[in-house]
């Protein structure tokens, strides 16, 4: 059974950092292109940020530079360090395959005031 536990959310202000972290259970997490997806509200859900099995990593533009994605095969954990946070950056953040392949976990909520 696939799980995805996303934590590490919570209420900042702006030019304040967040790290989140994924546990991932159940599939190949080691060989899994992995991404952080976020959803604001009346939003669709975007992917924000990719890691592949060898470690590259890809970015959405407007996170480029302020977020840094990485993963720890031994521990099935994924994170997303984020700083320089903005407003726009407020959303609900949630972990899974680059392609959103599993079913999604409860997410993890990050509200950064101005």
């Known amino acids: 059974q696939v799980q995805l536990v996303e934590s590490g959310g919570g209420l900042v202000q702006a030019g304040e950092s967040l790290r989140l972290s994924c546990v991932a259970s159940g599939f190949a997490f080691s060989i899994s292109a992995m991404g952080w997806h976020r959803q604001a509200p009346g939003k669709q859900r975007e992917l924000v940020a990719t890691i592949f099995r060898d470690g590259r990593t890809n970015y959405e533009d407007s996170v480029k530079g302020r977020f840094t994605i990485s993963r720890d095969n031994a521990k099935n954990t994924m994170y997303l360090q984020m700083d320089s946070l903005k407003p726009e950056d407020t959303a609900v953040y949630y972990c899974?395959?680059?392609?959103?392949?599993?079913?999604w976990g409860q997410g993890t909520q990050v509200t950064v005031s101005s």
């Open positions: 899974n395959t680059r392609t959103g392949y599993y079913l």
